[in-house]
C-alpha cells in the first residue's frame, strides 16, 4: 500500500508539472516558478494523506502518545499537543485569508517556548527517576526447586 | 500564485485538521488513555501509587484559558496573530513551573523512599 501511494503521488506529481509546463502562460521562469509550487504541494499533500490513511487503518499506533515514562497520561505531552495545533491551524487559516506569510509576534513564540520547555524539563524528570507500577494483583508464589 | 498559496494553506488545514480529528477520535474510543492526566505518581512502599495534583490542576485549567483565549482573538480577527498580553504569558509561565516544582518534588520524595528501603 506503501508503494502504490509512492507511485500514485509520483505520477500526479510528474502529471501537475507536464499541464503546468503546456498549459500555463507566461515565460520559462514562470513556469519553472508555477511548476515547482504545485509539485512541492503535490508531494506534501499526498504524503500528509498518506500518513493519515496510515494513521486510521491503525498502522500508526498512537495510543500512547500522551503516555507518561512510568505509566498515566502526561499533562506536558497534552498541553504541548494543543498548542502545537492550534497555532498551526491559526496559521493556516491566517495565510488562507490574508494572502501571505503573516509575521509571528513574540508573545506566541514566547507561549509555544514555555510550552515545549515544559515537556522537555517534564520529561528531564522522568528520565531522571525510575518509577515502577505497584502491582495490581499479588504476584505468585515461587516454584519449589526441582529434585 | 495566490490560488497556489489558496490550496497550500488550505491543504495544510486539512491535513492539521484531519489529524486532531483523529487523535480526538483516539481519545472518544478509549485508545488514549486520559486517567490519570491530573494525578501525579509518587513511589510509596508498594510501588507507585497516583494521586490527584493540584499543580497539575492548575496547569491544565490556565493552559485551557490561555487556548479560548488565543482561539477567540484569531476568530476575532483571522488577518493576523493576536497580541498575546504579558500577564497571560507570565500566568502560563508561572503555572508550568508550579507544575515542573510538583513534579520534582514527588519524585524526590519517590527516589529518597527508594533508597530508605
Redesign the interface.
Known amino acids: 500500500m506503501k508503494t502504490l501511494g509512492v507511485l500514485i503521488s509520483a505520477g500526479v506529481t510528474v502529471a501537475i508539472i507536464a499541464v503546468v509546463a503546456f498549459f500555463v502562460p507566461g515565460d520559462a521562469m514562470t513556469k519553472l516558478k508555477v511548476a515547482t509550487g504545485y509539485g512541492a504541494l503535490s508531494i506534501a499533500l499526498f504524503s500528509g494523506v498518506l500518513v493519515l490513511v496510515s494513521f486510521a487503518m491503525g498502522r500508526i499506533d498512537i495510543a500512547s502518545l500522551f503516555t507518561e515514562l512510568g505509566g498515566g497520561a502526561s499533562l506536558s505531552r497534552f498541553q504541548l499537543f494543543i498548542f502545537t495545533i492550534v497555532v498551526a491551524m491559526s496559521l493556516l487559516i491566517i495565510v488562507s485569508v490574508s494572502q501571505k506569510l503573516p509575521e509571528v509576534p513574540t508573545g506566541v513564540l514566547t507561549l509555544l517556548g514555555i510550552s515545549a520547555t515544559t515537556y522537555g524539563v517534564s520529561k528531564g524528570i522522568q528520565a531522571g527517576t525510575s518509577l515502577t507500577k505497584a502491582p495490581s494483583q499479588p504476584e505468585a508464589a515461587p516454584e519449589p526447586p526441582k529434585g | ?2 490560488s ?10 486539512v ?6 480529528l ?2 480526538l477520535w ?1 481519545f472518544v474510543d478509549g ?9 501525579e ?1 509518587v ?2 512502599a ?5 494521586s490527584w495534583s493540584w499543580g ?1 490542576a492548575q ?2 485549567v490556565v ?1 485551557l484559558f ?2 479560548v483565549f ?2 477567540k482573538q ?1 476568530a476575532q480577527d ?9 500577564v497571560l ?1 507570565a500566568s ?2 508561572a503555572s ?1 513551573a508550579v ?2 516544582g510538583g ?2 518534588k514527588a ?1 524526590l520524595i ?2 529518597a523512599r527508594a533508597l530508605n528501603k
Do not use: C
Open positions: 500564485m495566490s497556489l498559496v489558496m490550496l497550500a494553506s488550505w491543504s495544510g488545514l491535513l492539521v485538521a484531519g489529524f486532531a483523529g487523535v483516539r485508545t488514549i488513555d486520559l486517567a490519570e492526566l491530573l494525578d505518581s513511589q510509596d508498594n510501588g507507585v501509587a497516583a497539575r496547569a491544565f493552559s490561555a487556548t488565543y482561539v484569531v483571522p488577518t493576523h496573530f493576536p497580541e498575546i498580553p504579558p504569558l502560563v509561565g508550568h507544575y515542573l513534579k520534582l519524585a519517590g527516589r
